[in-house]
């Protein structure tokens, strides 16, 4: 079974502007996270989705946002970039919201 | 905040077994512990979970308290492939609660 894939691995946008990045869970799973880490804050979740809702959610401001399609892949996106945006996004999924946690490689987004 | 408690770091030398120690004192009856790792530059790796029993599989043992209040994952024969940050985390059953990693332990294995 493919594992988790996250696209794309590598990003540098500059500051004000706007990303979108995408997750495709293991086939069957039905539960996508996605987290930030950073050195200073380590690693610290975002939301998850289920069945195309989001169910969790971090403590991270409004310009952060995702959805999850019907097929599971989810995306996120974050708006007006800031430089301390700068992190690996990890996307993880699992069979269902309770169930343990498959994690993708991450994007490494740089802010400039 | 994290809810759990473990050292910063640890060193194992190759081929001894690796002991990593947490504390999750505020643990509740519905919330199971887990452990990941990670791997440097890669996502994290589920390594095993467990209620109340100890449990075994192909990576790993996990030994937790008759209290609950504390656990240790046990690498039996530990390589140098071994070498991680390791996160103890514990998370409700029914899962309508964020996950929450901490520092975790920085192990290192001494060839």
């Known amino acids: 079974k493919a594992g988790v894939t996250q696209t794309p691995r590598y990003l540098i946008k500059t500051r004000g502007q706007q990303v979108t990045l995408s997750c495709s869970p293991i086939?069957?799973?039905?539960?996508v996270s996605w987290y930030q880490q950073t050195p200073g804050q380590g690693l610290q979740f975002l939301f998850e989705?289920?069945?195309?809702?989001?169910?969790n959610k971090g403590n991270f401001p409004g310009r952060f946002s995702g959805r999850q399609f019907s097929n599971s892949r989810s995306e996120m996106n974050v708006s007006t970039l800031e430089l301390g945006d700068s992190a690996l996004y990890l996307c993880?999924?699992?069979?269902?919201?309770?169930?343990?946690?498959?994690f993708g490689p991450g994007t490494r987004l740089t802010v400039l | 905040d994290a809810k759990t408690t473990q050292p910063p770091s640890m060193d194992c030398a190759e081929g001894r077994a690796a002991n990593l120690p947490c504390n999750h004192s505020?643990?509740?009856?519905?919330?199971?512990v887990y452990w990941y790792r990670q791997i440097h530059s890669q996502g994290p790796q589920y390594i095993i979970h467990?209620?109340?029993n100890n449990e075994t599989n192909e990576m790993a043992s996990l030994i937790i308290t008759e209290d609950r209040k504390s656990s240790t994952l046990i690498l039996p024969h530990a390589t140098l492939r071994d070498t991680a940050v390791y996160y103890c985390?514990?998370?409700?059953?029914?899962?309508?609660?964020?996950?929450?990693f901490g520092t975790g332990t920085r192990l290192t294995i001494i060839p």
């Open positions: 467990g209620l109340k």
């Open positions: 985390i514990h998370r409700g059953i029914l899962g309508n609660e964020k996950l929450t």
């Open positions: 086939s069957g799973h039905r539960s």
């Open positions: 993880a999924s699992s069979l269902a919201i309770a169930d343990e946690q498959f």
């Open positions: 989705y289920f069945s195309e809702t989001q169910r």
């Open positions: 505020t643990i509740s009856g519905n919330e199971y």
